[in-house]
């Protein structure tokens, strides 16, 4: 089962708050037209990208209460989000292994989403 249990009440303000920040601020990351990098970039570039995938899926599926649907929307958005950087943002290049790290994000995220539910009583 990939669904959440439902709650009774919606979600709190504060859960959707946070969820709505979190994919702001992966829309503004990925989609930055420039984006200027001193040195070498090192393994901390993958830790980003598994930063601002992990962190909206997570919060997105809290507030939405559906691991399913948060999983689908950032594992679709995965790959998108290379491609849009490579053939439309000029200074931006697509990376099939930000790609790949993108989709462990999501992973991560739904495995905390379905350990944090609680146990179902027989």
Known sequence: MTSLPRRSAPPTWLVTGVAVIAVVAQLLVLYWPVVTVEG????????????????????????????????????????????????????????????AVDLVGVAIAAAALVVRRPARRW
Do not use: N
């Open 40 to 99: 070498p970039v090192s393994w901390t570039d993958k830790v980003v990208h598994l930063l601002v995938f992990a962190v909206p899926t997570y919060a997105v599926g809290r507030a939405l209460g559906s691991v399913r649907t948060a999983v689908v929307i950032f594992a679709l958005h995965a790959p998108v989000s290379e491609l849009v950087q490579h053939f439309a943002l000029p200074g931006r290049s697509g990376d099939p292994w930000d790609a």
